[in-house]
């Protein structure tokens, strides 16, 4: 207690741990020192002053915070979709980072952060997306934030080095029969949204948000194709859905069984395909695996993601020949050579594009042996009369 009452007025200890809590020039200072010194810590706010001073009588620059970075990230970019991710992310590092001045972030000053979500069990990946929020901010604080005197916040932002994910593997389209074995375990919803997801290409979120009032008729084909509002497509377009038949087939079983939503289950919506029945059906899948195809069953395909299914239908539009700008479009990514309005000439070039997917396997299509696997299922009738293929017996 002696110790504290001689201390300089701004002054206060936690933890062990001086810090800063000052009004200065009419802004409140709050920022730790790092050290339980207290001559050390007068030192510090003695600097702290100095450099207030300079900056009210000479223009010298202001030194911010990456906690005032970090806030005024979030206040610009509230119409960001991830915004509520990035906030998460934002306030697991400000306990590491958030006092201290924008100079002093970087690889170095980062590492407790990063040991701490290791040991917390946190995963590579999810590390690297939180260290690409911090590298944003820092190369904002560089690159366009300007303090009053036009000076960047930070004169040169730092190289962060992500982490190295040791259990990352790339994409697994798959095979036509490892689709048929898969999609013949999972239950009827997950089915119509995997079918609909392995030939349209949508994301998880774009198929389970997918609502009739985004359906948009084009009569010059007579058809319909969806139209995603951008706030609800990753990249930041509208989002053009094209249905091959396949498709189509299940979009007609859907209808009417929901006023708002496509995809439902006992009349609810579906908020995610990646779930423990999916994951279940995997188990199952991955165990008939050998006795099915006579081989070891592949870690890709026990691990299989559902963001595989796009990566699916991305590969077989490569292999039936469809050229890269308009898999671009038919995959949904984003591209400067790539309009956000189609007239039905071009639609009709996409859908052509689409049915090729259809084709690739023999006459017994595996999609629809998938669906006729699920007797209890009403889409094989509906598939069967739309592809125009004869039902088959055969055993999957």
């Not at 020039?25 to 339980?36: A, F, M, P, Y």
């Not at 030192?43 to 990456?66: D, I, K, N």
């Not at 407790?112 to 690297?128: D, E, H, K, W, Y």
């Not at 009349?267 to 999916?278: C, D, Q």
Request: with cysteine; charged share 25%; glycine share 6%.
């Amino acid at each position: 207690m002696g110790r504290n009452s001689r201390r300089m007025p701004g002054l206060l200890i936690r933890g062990g741990i001086w810090h800063i809590d000052k009004v200065i020039n009419g802004t409140r200072v709050c920022e730790s020192i790092g050290t339980c010194e207290l001559k050390e810590a007068e030192a510090a706010l003695a600097r702290r002053l100095q450099e207030a001073r300079s900056v009210r009588l000479f223009g010298a620059q202001r030194t911010r915070t990456f906690r005032e970075a970090a806030t005024k990230y979030l206040e610009e970019h509230s119409h960001k979709r991830s915004l509520e991710r990035d906030a998460r992310a934002l306030e697991s590092v400000d306990r590491f980072v958030g006092e201290l001045p924008l100079r002093r972030v970087h690889h170095d000053t980062l590492q407790p952060f990063v040991r701490s979500r290791l040991q917390a069990g946190i995963s590579p990946g999810t590390i690297n997306r939180d260290l690409a929020v911090v590298r944003r901010i820092l190369n904002l604080s560089a690159r366009l934030w300007r303090d009053e005197s036009d000076r960047p916040w930070l004169a040169t932002p730092p190289l962060i080095q992500m982490q190295r994910h040791p259990h990352q593997r790339g994409p697994y389209p798959l095979s036509i029969e490892e689709e048929r074995l898969l999609f013949s375990e999972l239950d009827g919803h997950l089915a119509n949204m995997a079918l609909f997801k392995v030939n349209t290409g949508l994301r998880e979120q774009e198929v389970v948000n997918l609502r009739w009032n985004w359906e948009a008729q084009v009569p010059e084909l007579d058809t319909s194709i969806f139209v995603i509002p951008r706030d609800y497509v990753k990249n930041g377009l509208d989002r053009y859905v094209v249905l091959n038949r396949i498709a189509r087939s299940v979009i007609e079983q859907c209808r009417g069984c929901h006023p708002e939503f496509v995809f439902t289950r006992a009349g609810r919506p579906v908020t995610r395909i990646y779930n423990s029945g999916w994951k279940a059906a995997r188990r199952r899948a991955s165990t008939r695996y050998v006795q099915e195809f006579g081989r070891a069953c592949p870690a890709g395909f026990r691990s299989l993601r559902v963001h595989d299914l796009k990566h699916t239908f991305g590969h077989r539009l490569r292999v039936a020949g469809v050229g890269f700008e308009d898999r671009k479009v038919l995959l949904g990514h984003k591209s400067h050579h790539v309009t956000t309005h189609y007239s039905a000439p071009e639609i009709g070039t996409l859908i052509e594009a689409s049915e090729r997917v259809c084709e690739l396997g023999s006459r017994k299509s595996p999609a629809l042996a998938i669906v006729r696997a699920r007797a209890a299922s009403q889409v094989t009738d509906l598939l069967v009369a739309r592809v125009g293929l004869e039902p088959t017996t055969s055993a999957l």
